[in-house]
């Protein structure tokens, strides 16, 4: 029951993901939902795998930035050249829902630094680019891919495994807010 319930794991004090192989002797706890963990994971994945291709189908052209999980919730700053308002959040809500009917798995695939790069120069996200040259000190980067459908987003993880761990009814969208890219008034205005 347990297993089936799992949605990432903590591993030596640790959050990662259920495909990370786990050295013998480690100090393990399993993360559900019912975890305030596991539920930041789910809410983590909702945002980065759902949310993220949610807002680049609806908008294409759209630009991710980050989108990280806040206390009781998520959010992503997005580039989009057609403003984002409140009366968008119903359509972005219901691709959402289509995105989560796809039932796809979640992959987690450690990157090297030069085809991570590559892998977002090649699709004009230049805020993952941004991102990765910043991180100088890292060989490899975790690219999360989504089933078949082509999306692939930079995150720090865990995800879950599958979109089936998210319920239906796991999110409202409620607010459009601006934010400068990193916090800088001379950089772009993000929604």
């Avoid at 706890?29 to 680049?56: F, K, N, S």
């Avoid at 403003?83 to 968008?88: H, V």
């Amino acid at each position: 029951k347990l297993c089936k319930k799992a949605v990432a794991v903590e591993v030596n004090g640790v959050e990662q993901d259920l495909c990370i192989p786990i050295v013998d002797g480690s100090l393990v706890r399993v993360l559900t939902t019912q975890d305030p963990e596991g539920l930041d994971v789910m809410r983590h994945t909702l945002t980065a795998q759902v949310l993220a291709r949610a807002i680049q189908e609806e908008f294409p052209g759209s630009k991710l930035a980050i989108g990280p999980t806040i206390e009781n919730g998520f959010y992503y700053d997005v580039e989009s050249s057609t403003p984002i308002s409140i009366d968008d959040l119903p359509k972005i809500e219901a691709r959402m829902h289509k995105i989560l009917g796809e039932h796809s798995s979640i992959n987690r695939v450690a990157t090297p630094r030069d085809e991570a790069i590559q892998t977002f120069a090649d699709r004009d996200e230049h805020y993952k680019v941004e991102i990765l040259e910043g991180a100088a000190d890292q060989e490899s980067f975790p690219l999360y891919h989504q089933g078949d459908s082509g999306f692939v987003d930079l995150c720090r993880g865990p995800h879950l495994p599958t979109l089936n761990l998210i319920p239906k009814d796991a999110f409202k969208l409620t607010k459009v807010a601006g934010a400068y890219w990193r916090g800088d008034a001379n950089n772009k205005m993000l929604t």
